[in-house]
Each structure stands twice: as structure tokens, then as C-alpha cells.
């Protein structure tokens, strides 16, 4: 399975924009990228995920590099509920392994 | 549309004794993965399982461990003879699809070995 990078934590402040990077310098041609967060103490949710495109929906906005080497999830403003560990994976669309390979992830700190 | 159930939520067993875990996929998904996750640590995958099927068990240990998901009824994850170190959150996710789209995941079984 293809790796991703993230920044073990990350901290912003309420109500302010949050850009969470991921690094995957080995993908391959038909990996999509997925981003899943997990609160304290709750199984993971899914966030969002795309291939080549930026993608939007009413949680986050993916920003995915031109040659896909690296990808932003967005957060437009966050809030106290958006404190969680949010992870970055690739998966293949076909022929590949389905399961999903969790890294770390990135701790992401809101203040109030 | 019920998500996908887990339980018991939380168990506790003596080293030695039988956990079973128990996963109801949501409405209309056949296919079932299993992750467990240690304290302070990440997910790691253990099975993916199909109706009647076991598709992929690459992360499963090889003694003690077993994981089904009949063709009626939930996926159970079966744990005999634990030992401490099986103290985790077991979680369970399910999808309409192979390979495609979003998992969704349950809230988690914690189990805890005295």
C-alpha cells in the first residue's frame, strides 16, 4: 500500500480556516485519496475523497496537487467538534488491496 | 437508517476466557472489515469479509483469532484464550461496495483483560 506523510499534530483556533497536508510522493495512477477523522473515543468518519479533482462537500474542500503528490483537506472554519486525528490514505480503485491503511495522522488541536 | 452496530460496546474477560465480538453492517452492505486499535496507538487493519467469505485476513494474528460473517445475521470477530495484550478497541466498518467509496464505521467494542 501507497504511504502518506502528515505533521504528527496541528493546532488553530475556532471560527479560523485549517489546512491539514498530506504527502504521498508514491501514488499511483489510480489511487484515490481519502481523508477520515476520528473523535476521542468514537470509530472513525469519513471525511471526504477524491482522485484528481478538488473536491467539496458540507464537511470539508480537497485541495489535490496537479501532479497528486500531495493534497490539503481544508477545514473553512473550525469548531471545538473538529478537534480529532485526521487521517490521510490512499486506496486503489481496482485490483488493489480494499482495506483502508491507517497511518498516524495528524492531531488536530482547536482553541477556543 | 440504522448505522453500523457494534456490541457489546464494552467487555471485560479474565486472561484465558472467549471474547466475541459482534458487528451489524448497515442496510443492504455485504462487505465487513475489522480494525483494531491498541491504547494511544493507530488502526490496524485485521480482516475484510465478504457474505460467507473471507476476502482478505493479512492483518489477523495467526493463533486465536477467527472472523465470520454468515450469510444471515452479524459478523462475529471471535478471540479465544485472551491474554492482556488484547486489551483494544475492536471496530467494525461496513460498505455496499468492493473497493469503492466510503467505509462506515461503528462506535467500537472495547474490550479489557483483567
Known amino acids: 500500500d501507497a504511504k502518506t506523510t502528515q505533521p504528527n499534530s496541528m493546532e488553530s483556533n475556532e471560527e479560523e480556516p485549517v489546512h491539514l497536508p498530506c504527502n504521498h510522493s508514491?501514488?499511483?495512477?489510480?489511487?484515490?485519496i481519502h481523508w477520515y477523522r476520528q473523535l476521542p473515543s468514537q470509530g472513525p468518519e469519513y471525511v471526504i475523497h477524491?482522485?484528481?479533482s478538488n473536491v467539496n462537500n458540507r464537511m470539508a474542500s480537497l485541495a489535490i496537487a496537479e501532479d497528486r503528490k500531495s493534497s490539503t483537506l481544508i477545514l473553512h472554519r473550525a469548531t471545538l467538534r473538529d478537534a480529532a486525528v485526521y487521517y490521510c490514505?490512499?486506496?486503489?480503485?481496482?485490483?488493489?488491496?480494499?482495506?483502508?491503511?491507517f497511518g498516524k495522522g495528524t492531531k488536530l488541536t482547536v482553541n477556543p | 437508517n440504522a448505522g453500523v452496530m457494534q456490541n457489546p460496546r464494552h467487555l471485560v474477560r479474565r486472561r484465558g476466557q472467549e471474547a466475541r465480538l459482534r458487528c451489524s453492517p448497515m442496510?443492504?452492505?455485504?462487505?465487513v472489515y475489522w480494525y483494531r486499535q491498541l491504547p494511544e496507538e493507530g488502526l490496524k487493519f485485521m480482516v475484510y469479509?465478504?457474505?460467507?467469505?473471507?476476502?482478505?485476513e493479512s492483518g489477523m494474528p495467526k493463533e486465536r483469532f477467527s472472523a465470520e460473517f454468515p450469510k444471515e445475521g452479524p459478523s462475529i470477530l471471535r478471540i479465544q484464550q485472551v491474554v492482556r495484550g488484547d486489551s483494544a478497541a475492536y471496530f467494525c466498518?461496513?460498505?455496499?461496495?468492493?473497493?469503492?467509496?466510503?467505509?462506515?464505521f461503528g462506535e467500537g467494542s472495547r474490550l479489557t483483560v483483567l
Open positions: 466498518a461496513s460498505s455496499p461496495n468492493r473497493g469503492r467509496g466510503e467505509l462506515f
Open positions: 442496510k443492504g452492505h455485504s462487505h
Open positions: 477524491g482522485l484528481t
Open positions: 508514491t501514488i499511483s495512477g489510480t489511487d484515490y
Open positions: 490514505i490512499l486506496r486503489a480503485a481496482q485490483g488493489g488491496s480494499e482495506k483502508l491503511v
Open positions: 469479509l465478504q457474505k460467507e467469505n473471507i476476502i482478505d
